[in-house]
């Protein structure tokens, strides 16, 4: 809870106010059954109808402040719970917007989003539920105890003896309950899971024939749930009949220590009916407190899995005095002796790299999954940190200068293009926020995504519904590189984004990017041989290694890897 | 309404399965409501014995106490056992309902489950199914017991003094229009949090998912502002719902007290102005008691009763699924003997009548032959597999496989004389064997040690740490691309069917491992008919017939020279490919 108690601190005066107007209200109900007694002893018994009268209107006057008390503690504790849930989901996004790329990967986008979604949800209903209630139950059981002491204490013994019986089987039940509902949940996980697999593979689970299976399967997994759900319910069926059973037990208990108090004149008949009453209130508590524990469990377990990701360390550390580098330079990036190796992993992703490019160079980065290729292109933006070496751009170590800076310089375009809601002007203004409209245009038509724009009724101002689902992924990934190139940079890197492309226009795109007033440094990273056969250099990764680095020409006559990577796809030329 | 009463019904029949229980359960539920509010009424007399000091009657005590003590354990046991048996009811419904809809979904057209995401099926069987359950099957005995409560309540109440009676029956609604009126007040405040909630959820997956890219062009800023003021009116639309909502209890309670009042007041007055004769003390204490129990469930039931509506709507998304038409029903004949010869006659196709794809197409491939499907991205590749496996039906024509029509037999003998390798690999959670032995169940371990040979899987299975028992997690989420999709060649490898479906990879295997998977195809195409996704041009190349695809139709045929000759669309892809 260190980390995210501090959320709740501008809101301490609510989080004061919410319990302590809970508890004013509570106090005013333990009144209650004492006026009631008051009413049988003086008013009944005594014919006094004015009295009756008073306290009647007393008790109207109670509940009308316990019904004000109440309400300030209700607002009080939505308005601490969402606020808090607010700031704490906004940190947690500043935060996650800080990891490295690094951490990314290991966390994940779906746990991420869960814990910014579900888990804050939970967490705020958690701390809701706390204020409005975590105080009020256990201080009626307890403060009914009380009152039954100002009562008659001989009597209020029984209630002493009561409660740690009824604590007992509240905690017993929840102890014994809580691990089989966590194992209720992972088979119920395994039948979702299981369901899911079905229908993703479906064409594959026909075409083998394989429904008889699967549905042995599911009857399976479902009648284990079933037998779980039933177990654990036998368990929890116990809670309120035995709270029901202690309780009354402690009725007929009452009564009969009542009747001979009575017989003595300890007692009036008016008291014994309060007894009655502060016996039945701590009932109702009891049945209010078992599905608090429960609710502040799940939120206590939400909150845990949140801070695990509050905790983390966050991004990579920023030079405190960045460098800028100077005026044009001829040699735009270049690699000096590289080794990455990704956090946990057991080697080096890329070990000893090293390469030159120049200004308006294309260079061409192949081989196959896994040799590094993107690894080796996510240095330059320092994305990750290279763990040996130094990598340059524009002659400075990228890690003495000013990141935004540095990232300015150079856009992206990722293997798997990723759009956003809102307008295509919109997504492709992410580039450069002042591009006009010709800016745009003219990156359009470069990707060739001018044709795409255009047919669309609205230009422009067509909007992207998320993730891009109305659009075709070639028609994604050309305005990804309309996107980057929006931002005129110095730097182009196409990480296998050409893949959705057909041979036409992938290789249209090739000679637009050639034929730019300014010409980029491009980075061209790609599977097909026909992508980057053209390029100023390719460098061929294998395992990790530079395994060549040369124009086409010399390392089909030299470079063995590139040899069995063009020939895989070009055999007849091999001839 | 007509749907309601439909739903109602299925529901009914899923229930009626467990009628034993839910009989002893409303027996039970009765049980514990009449002994539930005799209990106040044995206190009261027991209180009434309380007159005064030395005026206790102590031999009148023993028996109400025994009697109360009876009725305490019945209300205990049969809550319990009443509680047993709603779980039983419950549980084992829900399992019923989850197998029979897995079973339907076996029997559904792919059409349909192309059409309708996965996350949204799997939501109907899994949450809606749950919530059903809880709503519909606890809420029914929720509403059933509240009944009985207020029902049993009103009789005990009036029974004893009307006066009293008719207060509390006056001042009840009450709290019904209370809680009315701040339903019908919040209901507006939750749909606004709820759409708000969704646009940051959606918000929130968006930019996740795609950090990297927000990183990348430097916007966390403008992000992270976007996110704010969602956040903040998120924050808003939360704190009023929440608060709003959150009234309901305290001003039942409100209304609670003011019964409670009324009560005593009235039970006093009633006392008094009669001289003890309408109304004894004990009987004013039952009152009291009958107070707290009575508004209770009151003030569940206008709760209950939306939880039920959603339950009904719940059960209807399901039972929508359910009743989904399934695939037309299988030909009886099985198909032997199978040469590989395949055979399309004025085929036509399309998924949906507005966008015409297969026109009239006509194909004839021997035994043997290699089938090259080439085209752009999106041509509509998958559409001949969808055909050939039977997934979709053709809308005119016919496609006979060994002079058979593919109508005339079953699925089963259908789909098992061919192999299919899909590019999107897919594996089952389980064992690397689990999934070879896939292509046949009963292949001893040589036979698929031999399989995964012949398609150099063995070697790097045999590196996996637990060998062929290696468990993958869902989806073989710890294989990489190029192991997967020697896995599911090697499963075909081991069934040997006499046709082939193959979908070239476009990317993403590392070339050592596509070698191997074009040596693997190689092998496997030897002699069979084979219908190939291309994209390879050397695959291309070799074909006996290539189909070339545009805008989901066919729109050339033929082998590689006589379409190059021809210098049509064919011509010009293959041309780009070299014309850099």
Redesign the interface.
Known sequence: MKTLLPFLKPYRKECIISPLFKLL?AVLELF?PLM?AA??DK???Q???GY??R??GL??V???L??GC??TA??F???A???F??DA??AL??H????S?TQ?DTLG?PT??NR??TDMNQV?TGV?MTL?LLLRSPFIVVGATIMAFTVDAKVALIFLALLPLLTAVVVGVMRLTLPRHRKVQGQ?DQ??????????????L??????ER??EQ??RD??L??AM??KV??I???M???T??LV??A??VL??S???Q????L????A??AL??YL?QIL?ELIKLANLILTITKALACAGRVESVMELPSGMEDSSDPLLPSGDMEIRVQFDHVCARYEGAGGDSISDVSFTALQGQTIGVI?????GKSTLINLI?R?YDASAGMVKVDGVDVKRQDP?KL??R???V?QHA?L??GTIRENLL??KQSATDEELWEALQTAQAAEVVAGKEHGLDEEIE??GRNL???QKQRLTIA?ALV?KPEILILD?SA??????TD?AL??ALREMPNPATVFIVS??A?SI??ADQILVLDDGTLAGIGTHDELLERCP?YQ??YY?????EAA | MNNRKQTLSTVLAYVGRYKRYLLLSLVLCMLTVAATLS?PIL?GN??D????????K?EG?LPL?LQ??AL??I???S??LM??CN??MT??T??DI??DV??H???LP?SY?DMHP?GD??SR??TDVDQFADGLLLGFTQLFSGVLTILGTLGFMYSVNWIIATAVVVITPLSLLVATFIAKRTYAMFSLQTKTRGE?????????????????????GA??ER??EV??R???A??KA??FS??T???T??IN??V???V??AG??V???MG?VGLS?GQ??AF??YA?QYTKPFNEISGVVTELQGALACARRVFDLMEQPVETPDAAKELAQVDGSVCLDDVSFSYTPQRKLIQHFNLSVAPGQRIAIVG???CGKTTLINLL?R?YDVNEGQIRVSGQAVTDVT??SL??S?G?V?QET?L??GTIRENIL??RENATDEEMIEAAKATHAHSFIKRLPNGYDTLIS??GGNL???EKQLL?IT?IML?LPPMLILDEA??????????RI?RAFEKLMKGRTSFIVAH???TI?SADIILVMNDGNVIEQGTHEALLAKNGFYA??YN?????
């Open positions: 209200e209650v009631m009413v049988i008013g009944i018994l014919n006094d109808i009756v009268w306290m009647g008790l109207v109670l509940a009308l316990g019904f109440s309400a209700q607002f504790a939505a308005k719970a969402t606020g849930a607010a989901k906004s996004f500043a996650i917007q800080r990891f790329f990314l986008a991420l989003i910014m979604t705020q809701n409005r119920l039948v979702l899971l299981h369901t899911r697999e079905n229908l993703t593979g479906v064409r594959v026909r075409a083998f024939n394989k429904q699967e549905i599911n009857q479902n009648e749930l079933c759900q039933l319910g036998r929890s069926a116990l309120n009949p035995i029901f059973l009354n037990a009725l007929i009564l009969f009542g009747a001979w009575v017989q003595g004149g007692l009036t008949q008016g014994v009916v009655v009453n039945n109702v081989g196959g999954t896994g040799s933006p994305f935004e990232r300015e150079i856009a992206v990722p990723a956003f809601q992410w580039g998320q993730g075709s992924g070639g996107r931002r296998d893949s959705a492309l057909d041979y036409a290789a090739r000679n599977q097909r026909s056969r053209f890897v069995e990577i895989s796809q070009y055999p007849k | 209990i206190t027991v209180i014995l309380l007159v005064g000091p030395g005026q206790v102590m005590l106490l109360i003590g305490i354990a209300t205990a046991l809550q319990w509680g047993l779980n039983q549980y084992r829900v399992r989850r197998v897995f079973n979904i076996q029997e792919l489950l996965t099926i799997v069987v899994i940051q959820t959606g918000l929130i997956d968006e930019m996740i998912t795609n950090q990297k890219v927000v990183r990348a062009f430097g916007t966390e992000v992270q996110f704010d956040n903040q998120l924050c808003q939360s704190k929440i608060f959150s009234l209890n305290p001003a309670r409100f007290a003011l409670y009042a009324c005593g007041v006093a007055v006392s008094i102005s003890g003390i004013l204490a009291l008691s707290n752009p991205t999106g496996m997934f699925r089963h789909r098992q061919f299919m899909l897919w089952k959670t896939m292509g869902e989806d990489s691309q190029g599911c499963r069934a476009t990317s993403s295997i590392d070339t050592r491992t596509e070698l074009q390879r041009l050397s190349q010009k892809l780009s490919q070299f014309a850099a």
